[in-house]
């Protein structure tokens, strides 16, 4: 580990003992994961944080989420909804949301969060065409190359005034100019989108540190 990894680590601890500590729910959904073979790719707990917060921050009380492993970032997500509130998460695999859902009722919160299985592009079409109510917020953190279509789709579903976040957003990939990502193509998007006003903060995490690419939707002509 190097010399800026290990300072990274220590400042990621010293924000998330102070302001994201796990209770046992949490702890038991990453356990649960790791008994049933999912990749420890959650957010981490300064991450879900962050996500909780920006859900308080604009009121939401209908988030889309697309990419739910275990359910560790909906855990953090659907505890700012209210009592009303909903959260729904597309996933492409069947054993990813079974866990999930398994981890979301441990954690008191089936009512409020649903697991939608498939690719997400196809669920978000189904959903754009079936009319489904504006989200309030949408966090894309699913496969990479697909955060170009995630964003119109999400560009769609959200209100004015709504947020649209995507995980994972600063990759090695931004230090080689000539080095393409999704993520990197998702950024370019974002900025020149004209109903989007965004930036990327960097989040801190065990190992290195990664962004969380954060955009608000405007009335267009308001
Ligand atoms: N948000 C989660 C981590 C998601 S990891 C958390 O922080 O806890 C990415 C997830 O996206 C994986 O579960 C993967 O199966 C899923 N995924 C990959 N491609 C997908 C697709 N085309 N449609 C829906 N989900 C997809
Ligand atoms: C990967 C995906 C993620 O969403 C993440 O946060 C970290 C890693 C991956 O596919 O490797
Ligand atoms: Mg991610």
């Given amino acids: ?6 300072s990274i680590q220590t400042y990621d601890h ?30 981490s707990a300064s991450g879900g944080q962050l996500l909780h917060l920006l859900a308080l921050l604009s009121g939401a009380r209908r988030i889309l989420e697309i990419g739910t492993l275990g359910g560790y970032s909906a855990i953090w997500l659907a505890r700012a909804l209210p009592a ?4 729904i998460s597309l996933e492409i695999d ?4 079974a866990v999930a859902r398994r981890n979301v009722a441990q954690a008191g919160l089936a009512t409020k969060v649903e697991v939608r299985v498939g690719p997400a592009l196809a669920t978000l079409t189904t959903m ?6 504006p ?10 190359d697909g955060y170009i279509a995630y964003l119109q789709k999400a560009v769609a579903l959200v209100r004015d005034g709504g947020l649209i976040l995507a995980d994972n957003t600063l990759p090695d990939e931004v230090l080689d100019t000539n080095a393409d990502s999704g993520t990197k193509r998702y950024n370019a998007a974002v900025a020149a989108h ?10 801190l995490r065990r190992q290195g540190f990664d962004g969380l690419t954060i955009s608000i939707k405007r009335a267009l002509g308001a």
């Fill in 194 to 203: 004209p109903a989007l006003v965004s930036t990327i903060v960097p989040v």
């Fill in 94 to 97: 069947e054993h990813h949301a």
């Fill in 128 to 133: 754009q065409q079936a009319g489904e109510a």
């Fill in 14 to 43: 010293y924000i998330s003992q102070l302001f994201a500590a796990e209770d046992d729910l949490l702890q038991a959904t990453r356990a649960e994961m790791q008994q049933a073979g999912l990749r420890p790719i959650n957010v």
């Fill in 135 to 144: 989200f309030d917020l949408v966090f894309i953190d699913a496969d990479k």
């Fill in 1 to 6: 580990m190097s010399t800026q990894e290990k």
């Fill in 84 to 87: 009303d509130g909903k959260l």
